[in-house]
């Protein structure tokens, strides 16, 4: 949607919803539609998992763990995005997950569902920075002596955190802006990429994408431990499509700044997660389409991306094409500072956190962007990373083990929610749909494929070598407990319902007043 297609009247049905839920319209509504998708399509960035990751697919069970593996892995990502946009057409707040768990289900389901967000997304931007850094090093690192040590990394990615919370800071047009570049630049790289990768292949057999090897063990780099179970090794290569295939959520929590959030923001999810998915696909094949020797490169492990790219690609063109890879995943990090700030904002809004939620929630008159939410989750991410990198476990860097740990907590985040909106679906907490929405037996059907998924989601992220995960998913489950019966129970009250939300009107008019919104 063209901002000049955006009426007076569009603006105050936007503004008129938010209202109804208890909310001021503190942040700039000026996000398009394609905005909205593209800032979930950039935070999904095949440029970024499908290449720091691309060894999973096929160091499991070979040229199979890409051409069917990654269509497997995105359905079920698909059937989350489905159920997400059906939720997110009829309440269309940055609080997202967060806020649909809690009026869709109680408030214990909400401030569960925020930790686990909010857990997720900060530690998603620290993997995704650290998987940033490792790709500068492996292209152009050389140039300057950056060869991958673990304070190298943590110094790289706390440079890159900052310019992008400061690029988050100077307001949502600055992020839209060039979120939009990254969905252009994603789509013009890959197509480069893949016609690359077919043109300078020594031979093409496309039997590969459909040929299971067992490349598990030191075949396969020590990717996977080794297996003589074959399915239980294409289980763990959806590692792959569902670690890239996340994100999207952040057309939920922008839906305050996008223009016709009602209808936008479903479209943004679906379609950007459709478009990854068969843009992606078409990557990954072409991969490993290029490979000149599949044994050969499984044995390169983590580096095979790089082994092949060496191998069949003119220096020329490889440099080019690394370039355009490392902005996109620089983007990548932009974008996801964007929801996760915006998941924290709102968090706090309602009181969620347990110091500062008054500052947290706090909008900049200047920049109408949540200042003090985008500077927080930088801190964050940048603790996180230097923990990850500096603590290991049994000889392994806990960033292996929170990695996976992310995968859980961000689909138990969408779980929740789907869960508590399929139960409250045609009901006095959710009475009637959005504009967009599937019918309602349509809508179970894929909220109950996508519980499914989470089983398998929760199997392959605790599977060998990662059985730490399901220790440290069970540990903060039991501290979330127990900070719920002993404080949250009593402190915290969710978002506004009923007379909370008439009560807030003046607080609202205020609130707009602040940040200079026009009535």
Not at 56 to 61: G, L, N, P, R, Y
């Amino acid at each position: 949607m063209a901002s000049d297609d955006y009426t007076d009247r569009d603006k105050k049905q936007d503004v008129a919803v938010l209202h109804s839920m208890g909310y001021a319209q503190e942040l700039q509504r000026s996000m398009s539609k394609f905005s909205n998708f593209a800032i979930s399509f950039s935070i999904i960035c095949i440029l970024s998992g499908g290449i720091n990751s691309f060894a999973q697919a096929i160091s499991s069970v070979g040229g199979a763990g890409a051409g069917i593996g990654w269509i497997v892995g995105c359905l079920l990502s698909g059937m989350f995005a489905l159920a997400m946009a059906q939720i997110a057409s009829a309440f269309p707040t940055a609080g997202g997950l967060y806020h649909w768990a809690s009026i869709l289900g109680n408030r214990f389901w909400g401030w569960l569902t925020a930790w686990l967000n909010l857990l997720g997304l900060i530690t998603v931007l620290g993997a995704i920075n650290i998987g940033t850094a490792y790709f500068f090093a492996g292209t152009f690192g050389g140039l300057i002596g950056f060869t991958g040590t673990d304070m190298q990394v943590v110094t790289f990615v706390a440079v890159i955190t900052i310019a992008q919370a400061l690029l988050n800071h100077l307001g949502i047009k600055v992020t839209t802006m060039l979120t939009d570049v990254s969905g252009y630049l994603i789509f013009a790289t890959t197509a480069v990429l893949v016609v690359a990768c077919l043109y300078f292949a020594p031979a093409i057999d496309i039997s590969r994408l459909w040929t299971f090897t067992n490349y598990s063990g030191d075949a396969g780099g020590g990717v996977f431990p080794q297996s003589d179970n074959m399915g239980y090794l294409f289980l763990l290569c959806l590692l792959l499509p569902v670690y890239t295939i996340t994100g999207y959520d952040a057309s939920a929590h922008t839906s305050e700044e996008t223009m016709s959030a009602a209808t936008s923001v479903p479209k943004g999810i679906v379609t950007a997660v459709f478009w990854s998915s068969i843009v992606g696909w078409i990557m990954i094949c072409s991969i490993t389409l290029a490979i000149p020797d599949m044994a050969v490169a499984a044995g390169q492990g983590w580096g095979m991306f790089f082994g092949t790219m060496d191998a069949i690609m003119p220096a020329g063109l490889k440099t080019v094409l690394f370039a355009g890879i490392f902005i996109a995943q620089l983007l990548c990090g932009l974008a996801t500072v964007t929801s996760a700030s915006r998941m924290l904002f709102a968090f706090a809004r309602d009181d969620g956190m347990p110091v500062g939620s008054k500052a947290l929630a706090s909008v900049s008159p200047k920049y109408r962007t949540p200042v003090a939410a985008i500077w927080t989750t930088t801190v964050l991410c940048i603790l996180y990373v230097l923990l990850a990198m500096s603590i290991k476990v049994g000889g392994t860097s806990i960033y292996v083990i929170v990695v996976n740990s992310t995968l859980v907590f961000l689909f138990l985040s969408f779980t929740v929610p789907l869960v508590a909106g399929m139960f409250a679906y045609g009901t006095a907490k959710w009475p009637t749909p959005g504009p967009w929405a599937m019918s309602g037996g349509v809508y179970k059907l894929v909220t109950v494929l996508s519980v499914v998924g989470m089983g398998v989601i929760l199997f392959i992220a605790v599977a060998p070598p990662n059985e730490r995960v399901l220790y440290v998913v069970l540990g903060f489950l039991a501290l979330a407990l127990i900070l719920w019966f002993a404080v949250e129970n009593r402190r915290f009250e969710g978002p506004p319902t009923g007379s909370r939300i008439a009560a807030r009107k003046a607080a609202i008019a205020a609130a707009e007043a602040a940040v200079g919104e026009r009535r």
